[in-house]
């Protein structure tokens, strides 16, 4: 298992990049690699998230899964978790072709879908429904989110302390 405490260490691709046919993802490369169940608890139930959106009919079920994934994976659990999961995820996923502004900015709209969601729509001009490629695209975080954060290495705390110590 590769451990690192660099980000410039750890292959990433860019957001919603599809696997050719035949191509594996990241994940499945990674599960090639180790055994179940990871090391940190956090990677196990953020994996179990993302595997539990796959086998969902439901858009706005598998949306709700992959972003409470993103919680569990990037939220410090101790304080409102839409910016510090949104510039964690910016700092941790950030490639060339996504800037982490772009990230950050993608993330909060998505908290606040989820939001209208959750605790219904007061304005009917505010509301968008939730599209088949936000749940696309945060499966696409999530994935690579777990792989980058196994290589790192890091507990749930050891990884917060890393994101916060990097730029953004």
Known sequence: MLVTNSLEDVPLRSPGHD???????EIEILLESVELPFEHPYL?????????SLRTSS????????MNGMEV???????????STS????????TPEDLPEDIFKR????????????FGQSDAK?????????????????????????????????????????KF
């Open 19 to 25: 696997a050719i046919a035949g191509e594996a993802s």
């Open 44 to 52: 196990n139930l953020a994996f179990e998230l993302y595997e539990s």
């Open 59 to 66: 858009k706005n079920l598998g949306f709700v899964l992959l």
């Open 73 to 83: 994976l990037l939220g410090p659990g101790d304080m409102e978790p839409r910016y």
């Open 87 to 94: 510039r964690n995820a910016a700092v941790l996923l950030a």
């Open 107 to 118: 993330m909060m709209g998505l908290f606040k879908n989820r939001s209208l969601l959750f």
């Open 126 to 166: 505010r509301s968008r429904k939730i599209e088949e490629d936000d749940v696309k695209y945060l499966r696409s975080l999530l994935e690579r989110g777990i792989v980058r954060a196994h290589h790192l290495g890091f507990d749930k705390a050891g990884l917060l302390h890393f994101l916060n110590r990097s």
